[in-house]
């Protein structure tokens, strides 16, 4: 066999391996809960996941009938959608990052979560890794325990 054919083969053989199927397989979804999975494929299908199968308004029974037992569910203090730090308190702010003045920073965030957080309902499934810390789909449920909405974080 000459060197080009067996560097492709090679090459095929190895991009096989590699390859990560983008769409929802319930079976594998469910035989991947492990948050310490740095390669756990539910990372490929979760876009899947929020564009074909949630839905606003799906029963918290549907959602666990579709993707399994969650990693955590619970009551999160959470602020609404449209409420953000303000510049002066974030650690987007240089000053904030500062030694001296970070424990100052953390309580005026801590401070303003009391004020302006509320309880919500979380669902919350591992689905890999990015550079240093897990991430999650968030599923965000309702007074009536249906999917409100839903998104993918880093925790």
């Known amino acids: 066999m000459n060197f080009p054919k067996l560097l492709f083969i090679i090459l095929a053989c190895f991009l096989a391996a590699c390859n990560h199927s983008s769409s929802f397989d ?3 979804w469910i035989d991947n809960p492990d948050m ?38 619970g009551i999160e203090r959470r602020l609404s959608k449209n409420t953000a730090l303000p510049d002066s308190i974030s650690f987007e702010n240089d000053e904030n990052l500062k030694p001296e003045n970070s424990d100052k920073a953390m309580d005026a965030i801590n401070n303003f979560y009391r004020l302006y957080a509320n309880p919500v309902m979380i669902i919350r499934y591992p689905v890999g890794w990015s550079t240093i810390d897990p991430n999650f789909l968030i599923i965000k449920l309702n ?9 993918v974080e880093q925790s």
């Open 143 to 151: 007074d009536k325990r249906q999917v409100e909405e839903y998104w």
């Open 26 to 28: 319930r079976e594998v």
């Open 36 to 73: 310490e999975d740095t390669s756990n494929p539910r990372a490929w299908m979760v876009q899947d996941v929020m564009k074909n199968h949630l839905k606003s308004g799906m029963s918290r029974k549907a959602v666990l009938d579709l993707l399994g037992k969650p990693y955590h569910e």
